[in-house]
């Protein structure tokens, strides 16, 4: 078993699992940014599912779904992952307990609205939410939360709860840990099929994913009408976007800075200008989000029609730049 | 987004925290810059959570004249819905819809309390006395 012994260190990261997962893969020695991370594991995606219901509104994901990423990690450096779940909460513990005692950073699958240290406005029933604890002291667990900028502590009967938060995507007390990589560098050509999957992901045929996911959406917006209930689906499509832990834009942004760093590691100079573009197709989720902000609050008339409009451009924009992507990593 | 455009506005529901975005700084580099969050994350946060007290809401003023169970008040309290709950507790929905009934919540067996108790994390006499 290959262990570094020096402390953990905490960093703050937009998204908890391309964050976890980046902070798990340096403490065990390989450099690791959690926007690499994020591409690197082809995790940038958009999906319109109006048949999975959160609080009575659809679900829309701007990434892949949950575990996507430290799959991910697996297979680019060979990551011995360990993933246990438990069936009794106590047991769960005893062993989270154990692998702190060994000197592991352990990763958990938590419930966001169980966690004591999250704000109480944020606190939302969400079991896919990624920590690492690093420590204990005393009763407390020594917690590095991706998304908060400082590290954490949370007692053991509320990380309990967290751990066995039941529901949709139920965590089941499941904990992760390395025991060692494979390798520590990543190749060229990890990247270049990183992108061309993300590409295919995107421009998939499948009608509710990718560019023709967005394309949807936006007809279902256009035909909202101008009713309270339509307020609050397009807030939901902003929450979805801006608020929880995306690095802003629905993980645009992180995926502009991954394609920035894929320059170096590929040597494709075209990327730099492709980064720059992304940027400014995340400018244009922004502005979506500035709009639909306003409509919420009052301060210009409720039109969905233009919000459908804004995210079919999206869409158009976006058709483009995959199909660039695409030549550009051939 | 350029780093001077992250926005600082501050969002009363993040509190404290501060969340991580990613922006373009002035040598061209996308770099992490830590947000203290916008007006646009505050209103659609604010939004949802508004809209979940005003479920409480209701519920408490059917709860307190008679027309329906405290099960009903302290599910929306806990920022659950009828589905959620079913999930979580494993009580088809029909029946924990026939619970909101008050006369058939207060002949609930206690087993069933409990498991109600256990879902939304409350000790079984709150949930049973009233908001």
Redesign the interface.
Known sequence: MTRIATAFQHR???HCESGAAANLMTHHGVKLS??MAFGLSSALSFAYLPFI?L??FPLIAYRMPPKFILRGMIKQFQARFRFETFRDPKGGMRRLDELLAQGQVVGLQTSV??LPYF???????FNAHNLLVYGKDGGDYLISDP???LPQRCSSADLQ?ARF????LAPKGLLYFLDGVGRTDVSAEAVRSAIRRTVRIMLSPIPLTGVRGMRMLANKVSKLDTSEYS??YV??I??MQ??I?T???GFR??Y??FL?EAVQITGIAELAAL?ERM?EI??GW?EF??R??RM??GRETFEPQKLGDMLRTQAESETEFFRILKTAVA | MNVNDVPQEGNCALGSHRKAMYAKDAGGKMVIVASRGSEVDETVTMQAVRRMQALTDDAKARVLAGQSAPLEYWMCACRMDVALLSQVSGIWQWRIRRHFNPQRFAQLPPRLLARYAEALGLPSELLKSGP
Request: charged share 25%; proline share 2%.
């Open positions: 703050h990261a937009a959690e926007a219901k609080t009575g609205f169980w704000p109480e406005d944020m606190r939302f029933h998304v908060a900028d709860r938060a039941k529901g949709a307020l609050h807030g939901n902003v929450r801006e608020e832990g690095g802003g834009a942004f992180i502009a800075a920035q980064s940027n995340g400018d922004r989000a500035l639909a902000a919420i609050k």
